[in-house]
Nanobody, 126 residues
Framework: QVHLVESGGGLVQAGGSLRLSCAASERTFSLYAAGWFRQAPGKEREFVAS????????TYADPVQGRITISRDNDKNTVALQMNSLEPEDTAVYYCAASSPDYGLRPSKADEFDYWGQGTQVTVSS
């Protein structure tokens, strides 16, 4: 079992930046790939980015490529999502998730992730 807690969400103007953080209480988190998804009102949950257990492999969804960076610190058991040049379309609840090694280094589908956080709200005003 991996418990994930997100933080760092908030209200920001278009063009601004936010840094989301995801903390896990279990040391085994370092063995899992990690990812971020988001869900806007009335829309399905969508993949944003993922990072392999070592941090050497990252994967991004096309809409955020070049604006968002995922990173992890296995010593601190955390994963971060740095979001720049935010747009109103980025408004959503952002979820952190952990994916077991069974799904490889580039998980990107929701059913490839075994554990989920409660989410943190990001609102981008125009």
């Amino acid at each position: 079992q991996v418990h994930l807690v997100e933080s760092g969400g908030g209200l920001v103007q278009a063009g601004g930046s936010l840094r989301l953080s995801c903390a896990a209480s279990e040391r085994t988190f370092s063995l899992y790939a990690a990812g971020w998804f988001r869900q806007a009102p009335g829309k399905e949950r969508e993949f944003v980015a993922s990072i392999s257990w070592s941090g050497s492999t990252t994967t991004y969804a096309d809409p955020v490529q070049g604006r968002i960076t995922i990173s992890r610190d296995n010593d601190k058991n955390t994963v971060a999502l740095q979001m720049n040049s935010l747009e109103p379309e980025d408004t959503a609840v952002y979820y952190c998730a952990a994916s077991s090694p069974d799904y490889g280094l580039r998980p990107s589908k929701a059913d490839e992730f075994d554990y989920w956080g409660q989410g943190t709200q990001v609102t981008v005003s125009s």
